[in-house]
């Protein structure tokens, strides 16, 4: 699975962005997709992830002014960004837990892998 993403940039505090990651190749093996962010001085963390089944799991630092949504027609995740403060200032990264079913021997297993978007810039200014 690729990752594309886009809709970074400089915003006011206050502002909203929407970000997009299209995804591309082994679609069908996609189990979940997400955004992380690594804020300066912070590891990257978890924002907002989707299952398959469409289970949402959003961070409570962000709840309340973030929202993910996916269009499966366009393979494209979506974070909608809301009331964006300072803190928010960081690398956004589309992510991906994929997987597929593998035989080992006469064994049958699911092999999982993660792909992860080169990331976008996201700048809000006090």
């Known amino acids: 699975v690729q990752l594309t993403e886009s809709g970074g940039g400089l915003v006011q505090a206050g502002g909203s962005l929407r970000l997009s990651c299209v995804a591309s190749g082994s679609i069908s093996e996609i189990d979940t997709m997400g955004w992380y962010r690594q804020i300066p001085g912070k590891q990257r963390e978890l924002v907002a992830d989707?299952?398959?089944?469409?289970?949402?799991t959003i961070v409570s630092s962000v709840k309340g002014r973030f929202t993910i949504s996916e269009d499966k027609a366009k393979n494209t995740l979506y974070l909608q960004m809301d009331s964006l403060t300072p803190e928010d200032t960081g690398i956004y990264y589309c992510?991906?837990?994929?997987?597929?079913?593998?035989?080992?021997?006469?064994?049958?297993?699911?092999?999982?892998?993660?792909?992860w978007g080169r990331g976008t810039q996201i700048t809000v200014s006090s």
């Open positions: 989707i299952t398959k089944s469409g289970r949402v």
């Open positions: 992510h991906v837990n994929a997987g597929y079913d593998d035989w080992i021997g006469s064994e049958k297993v699911y092999s999982t892998y993660v792909a």
